[in-house]
């Protein structure tokens, strides 16, 4: 029974691990532009076909690399063309464009790779399990976890002690004090967007590797990520980062009583988290609305 | 537009629900897909209540429109094989729904109203996609159908007769189109109005716009219902697909796509979104492409949508 709650409860964690890379870059895009990305699911799947078929060219480590600057690449045309124009105007059309965007990404991602899903070949020597008796502790998981938390501090890094990240963050707070600073906030809108999608791209690879393949693999995330941002609290990064696991454990850890409300759990989550802490975890007072 | 002209506009729309079944098909059409803008049309301008006349961000209606489908399919198939009854039932799960649901998000504005509504609305959907027993899952719930309706002297056969469907649709139609009318035109759908325009206003006029928005929201979602409720009841079945949360997005789209400053906006986006969905995805593989690109190109170069833009015109 214990191995078993751990298996679960560790599986929650990786699946967190995912909903927390999601949800970060969606909560960049969200605090300096306004805009909700209902395409970062589409992101993230091409992310992963991308990395599919750069394998047989570049091995699984240089696909690891490039498939994301790719998406990002991709992503910031993407802002440049078609999410500019809207910041500043009601959040309907932001919320629009990207839905339709993310219909689009779902349905190109079928029509070059096919619908069924494909696997993903990872180096032999991270799949073998590291113990016998705790099976799930493969290699790769283990590799996986590594790496998100290298991705999550490098994010953290590059926001806490570059003149690009704190540039981000002051923005957040009042974007036109940065701008009337001198700072072009037009490329930081596109810089930041570009983080948010490289770091959507990065889950996809990983994600490839432990899940498989599939063009609908990026949009079932989509909706637990704003649940994480939710429960982490508008506004925080950390926040985000904490609701993510937080979301993932109480799933794996419903899986083991009441498997069938594995996926409503976290909503019942987000539920008490309004109705007893508002602003969310970290959220910070008077940044609700 | 004048008094008059409003006034013919309303003359023409109603003349054209009236006589759909008999030129829908001259135009490639069929009775269903009448049925089916009206059911559309009918859940496009419940939303646009809160949308566009009380100016709040919902991306979770779809929820509401799937708790009155499967309200009326469970009610119809476990309780009792009636059509009112199935209605009520649905009606009465969203109405408690959403006056739950709203309670809690009442406060919340712009995006995160929309993340948080939308968010929500996946409850649903993943209890009627894991409850198999009783909701049939994935699969959908079907062994029942609708039930011929008892006028006393005579019965209107609704489920023989598609016509006689549709016609009973555009009645439940017209009679909630005229209560949110009427809602619009009193003192309290004026204040929804001035919450629109100038919230912070309103809040100093001593207007309690919390309780505002949560009535117009429960409002919104319990004809939202209606729509649900008859969309089961013209399918004869309901699956989960009808609460997920593209559902959501697609009567959003119809009513940006429509005018959603416009009472009737929203019922003409219904009707192009409709029929536009029908003929691609009897085209193509691909009409998710279509569709997002519908998405896309109406945010980015019709964001008034038809009526809007018919209406700009006409000032000029």
């Known amino acids: ?289 | 537009m004048s008094a008059n002209g409003r006034r013919a506009f309303d003359v023409v729309i109603w003349a054209l629900l009236l006589t759909m079944p008999y030129w829908m098909g001259a135009i490639g059409g069929y009775t269903e897909l009448a049925t089916r803008v009206v059911v559309m049309g009918l859940a496009a301008m419940s939303l646009n209540f809160l949308l566009g006349f009380t100016g709040v961000l919902s991306f979770g209606h779809a929820a509401y429109f799937g708790l009155g489908a499967y309200g009326t399919a469970m009610a119809i198939k476990y309780i009792a094989p009636n059509t009112w009854l199935g209605m009520a039932v649905g009606i009465a799960a969203a109405a408690i729904a959403s006056a739950l649901i709203g309670a809690v998000i009442v406060r919340r504005r712009g995006v995160y109203f929309a993340m948080v509504t939308i968010a929500f609305g996946q409850v649903f959907y993943f209890i009627a996609f894991r409850w198999n027993t009783v909701t049939g899952g994935d699969d959908g719930l079907t062994g029942w159908h609708r039930m011929p309706i008892d006028l006393g002297l005579t019965q209107l056969d609704i489920y023989g007769e598609d016509k006689a469907f549709y016609y009973f649709a555009l009645a439940v139609f017209a009679v909630c189109v005229g209560m949110m009318a009427l809602l619009l035109a009193s003192p309290f759908g004026r204040t929804l109005l001035a919450i629109r325009e100038n919230e912070r206003r309103a809040r100093f006029l001593g207007i309690p716009i919390e309780r505002h928005i949560w009535l117009s929201f429960v409002i919104s979602c319990v004809f939202v219902s209606v729509a649900g409720s008859l969309y089961a009841l013209l399918n004869n079945f309901t699956d989960p697909r009808a609460l997920r949360f593209d559902q959501s997005g697609n009567f959003v789209i119809m009513a940006v796509l429509g005018g959603m400053r416009s009472f009737w906006g929203p019922l003409i986006g219904a009707a192009v979104f409709v029929a536009l969905q029908d003929y691609v995805s009897s085209r193509t593989e691909n009409w998710m492409s279509v569709i997002g690109l519908v998405f896309v190109l109406v945010v980015r170069f019709f964001p008034r949508g038809i009526l809007g833009v018919l209406r700009g015109k006409a000032a000029a």
Not at chain 1, 51 to 58: G, I, K, T, V
Not at chain 1, 119 to 129: I, N
Not at chain 1, 211 to 237: C, E
């Open chain 1, 1 to 289: 029974m214990t191995q078993l709650i751990l298996f679960d409860v560790f599986n929650g964690l990786i699946v967190g691990a995912f909903y927390a890379l999601m949800a970060l870059g969606l909560s960049l895009i969200l605090n300096l532009s306004g805009v909700i990305n209902f395409a970062h699911g589409g992101f993230l799947a091409l992310g992963a076909y991308l990395a599919y078929s750069l394998m047989p060219y570049l091995g699984f480590w240089g696909a690891l690399i490039v498939a994301p600057v790719l998406t990002a690449v991709l992503g910031l045309v993407v802002e440049r063309v078609l999410i500019r124009p809207l910041y500043g105007g009601d959040p309907l059309y932001g919320l629009l464009l990207t839905f339709g965007l993310a219909y689009i990404f779902e349905d190109v991602t079928r029509l070059i790779w096919g619908a069924q899903s494909v696997p993903f070949q990872v180096p032999a020597w991270l799949t073998s399990p590291l113990s016998s008796e705790y099976f799930f502790l493969t290699g790769y998981r283990v590799f996986m976890i590594i790496l998100v938390a290298i991705a999550v501090a490098g994010l953290f890094g590059v926001l806490g002690y570059t003149r690009l990240g704190m540039r981000i963050r002051a923005g957040t707070r009042d974007l036109d004090t940065v701008s009337t600073l001198g700072v072009n906030v037009r490329v930081l809108r596109s810089l930041n967007f570009g983080i948010g999608i490289y770091i959507a791209g990065l889950a996809g690879v990983l994600a490839a590797g432990l899940l498989g393949l599939s063009p609908t693999m990026g949009a079932s995330l989509l909706m637990p990520s704003f649940v994480a941002i939710i429960v982490g609290g508008l506004g925080s990064l950390l926040g985000t980062l904490l609701g993510g696991l937080l979301i993932g454990v109480a799933s794996g850890l419903t899986t083991v009583f009441f498997p069938s409300a594995s996926e409503a759990v976290i909503y019942v989550m987000m539920g008490l988290v309004l109705l007893l802490r508002p602003r969310g975890l970290l959220g910070e007072e008077g940044r609700i609305h």
